[in-house]
């Protein structure tokens, strides 16, 4: 929203899976966020235990959340996702005096939580009307970029940091945050948890690739070996290079998940887009190329990349958030090729830029693994 925003994460910090991705010199996660974990969507005793152990004034609103958002055919867990991302589930101090956790304004101050829980689910569901589904989409309405409240310019980074808190909570950042179109019971979630909705709730059951498990095997780095890409035309957007009029390609490319031999990945050309690898989650995410690393912000934070991986000279790639992340992958850490960074998702997004133009990626991965 336009309004005055009452509170934002620190931009050092990038969280998923419960991990903090130290994005900025002497950034640390704060104790709140290692309270999230992979729920079912309908799951309000699982929400409440985790607001409970985040020490949030939240704690015991999970039937409220369950409640509200189902009502609107929006995920609950992207609501959580939404206060965690704005007042620190409300743990902020100023948002408890007026029960706002999601910086809903200007200033607006409601009776109970309850209330802001109801208003943020419909807004999204108006949102919704609108044609605002992916939270790339409603990050630009909800928080847009320039706006005269945000003088940090932090508004850019609401749709990766909100990615992030999904994505901990088991739901699909690049999915829109329709209750219909996200998985109601994700692989991650414990066994057992509540998975359905209240009887009668319409639900679409979409594709899950199963999650990877220790007897699946380790992960197979995969890089590039020399085979010829095949750019779909002649400008970047086509993946050419248009100083050679050829494919552009990565040297050293490894492709970005190593998953067990025999795992599925596939993937689709984007374009200029950042392109979408799905593969099970929990599957190894590597550094596609060697760099350092760099937090993503403005329009390419908008779009769901996390972090870039910066190659010396003119190329640079980005990833989408994980779902988790290795010890050491902080701002300014050097990587090499291949090297393990984290978890997947199930969703991994990555783009490529070259010279500041965006370059279709999709031909270097076909080059470097096929799409199953």
Same mark, same amino acid.
């Given at each position: ?15 998923? /899976? ?25 799951? &309000?005793?699982?929400?409440? @235990?985790?607001? %409970?152990? %985040? ?36 743990? *902020? /101090? ?9 910086g809903l304004g200007p200033g607006i101050q409601f009776d109970t939580p &309850? ?11 108006? *949102? ?16 847009? #970029? ?13 749709? %990766? ?27 991650? &979630? ?10 009668? *709730? ?7 690739? $199963? ?6 095997? $380790? ?10 890409? @095949?750019? /779909? /035309? ?32 596939? *993937?689709? $050309? ?46 640079? @790639? ?38 500041? #133009? ?8 076909? &080059? ?5």
């Amino acid at each position: 929203m336009s309004s005055p925003r009452l509170a934002r994460i620190a931009s050092g910090a990038l969280v998923a /899976g419960g991990v903090a991705l130290l994005l900025a010199s002497g950034g640390s996660a704060e104790g709140w966020v290692n309270s999230l974990r992979c729920t079912a969507q309908a799951d &309000a005793q699982a929400i409440d @235990v985790q607001l %409970a152990a %985040a020490g949030s004034p939240l704690a015991g609103q999970g039937a409220t959340f369950v409640r509200e958002g189902l009502a609107n055919d929006i995920d609950p867990r992207v609501l959580v996702a939404i206060a965690a991302q704005e007042t620190m589930l409300m743990t *902020y /101090g100023p948002a408890q005096q007026i029960n706002n956790p999601f910086g809903l304004g200007p200033g607006i101050q409601f009776d109970t939580p &309850a209330e802001a829980i109801a208003m943020a689910a419909s807004t999204l569901n108006r *949102y919704a009307g609108d044609g605002l589904v992916t939270l790339a989409q409603i990050g630009g309405r909800w928080a847009p #970029v320039g706006a005269s409240n945000d003088p940090q310019g932090l508004n850019g980074g609401w749709p %990766a940091g909100v990615s992030s808190f999904f994505t901990t909570l088991g739901g699909d950042p690049y999915r829109p945050v329709q209750a219909s179109a996200q998985d109601p019971a994700p692989t991650c &979630a414990p066994a057992g948890a509540t998975a359905a909705p209240a009887a009668g *709730y319409a639900m679409m059951e979409p594709q899950v690739i $199963p999650a990877v498990t220790p007897t699946d095997g $380790p992960g197979v780095v995969v890089v590039w070996g020399g085979q010829a890409p @095949v750019a /779909g /035309g002649s400008t970047m957007a086509d993946g050419a290079d248009p100083r050679t009029g050829q494919a552009a390609i990565l040297e050293g490319f490894a492709f970005p998940v190593a998953a067990p031999k025999g795992s599925p990945i596939t *993937y689709q $050309p984007a374009g200029a887009r950042p392109v979408v690898i799905t593969s099970a989650p929990g599957a190894v995410v590597v550094a596609p190329v060697s760099g350092t690393l760099r937090i993503a912000k403005g329009r390419a934070a908008a779009a769901g990349v996390g972090f870039w991986v910066d190659a010396p000279g003119r190329d640079r @790639v980005g990833l989408g958030p994980l779902a988790s992340y290795d010890p050491g992958i902080v701002e300014g850490a050097k990587v090499t090729s291949g090297q393990p960074l984290g978890r997947a998702t199930g969703s991994t997004a990555i783009l490529w830029q070259r010279d500041g #133009v965006p370059v279709a990626i999709q031909p270097m991965l076909a &080059a470097t693994r096929p799409s199953d």
